[in-house]
């Protein structure tokens, strides 16, 4: 099921939680709205290293917490974990 969200995400602060294949996805999917996001996961896809490397996404190489996302305008949970 997919659900459009039409929202303005300009100068907004996105963050993915999660490194694997579906952040990765989730990730080059925000790249064509937004300027930069924060990723966070301990590990990371190459696909998103090199996200990195442009300066497109922004890694915090960690394990999540919560006070990760209390300046976040929009939160991806693209973990294996609940």
């Known amino acids: 099921m ?3 969200l ?3 995400l300009t ?3 996105v963050v993915i939680v999660g490194g694997g294949v579906v952040a990765s996805r989730r990730a080059q999917t925000l790249s064509q709205y937004v300027e930069h996001m924060t990723v966070i996961s ?3 896809t190459e ?3 090199n996200m ?3 300066g497109v996404v922004i ?5 999540f917490e919560p006070s990760d ?3 976040a305008y929009l939160v991806i949970a693209a973990t294996n974990e609940p």
């Open 59 to 63: 890694w915090k190489e960690k394990e």
């Open 69 to 71: 996302i209390v300046d």
């Open 42 to 44: 301990p590990t990371i």
């Open 11 to 13: 100068n907004k602060n």
């Open 2 to 4: 997919n659900m459009p």
């Open 6 to 8: 039409m929202i303005d």
């Open 47 to 49: 696909k998103l290293q």
């Open 52 to 54: 990195v490397d442009k």
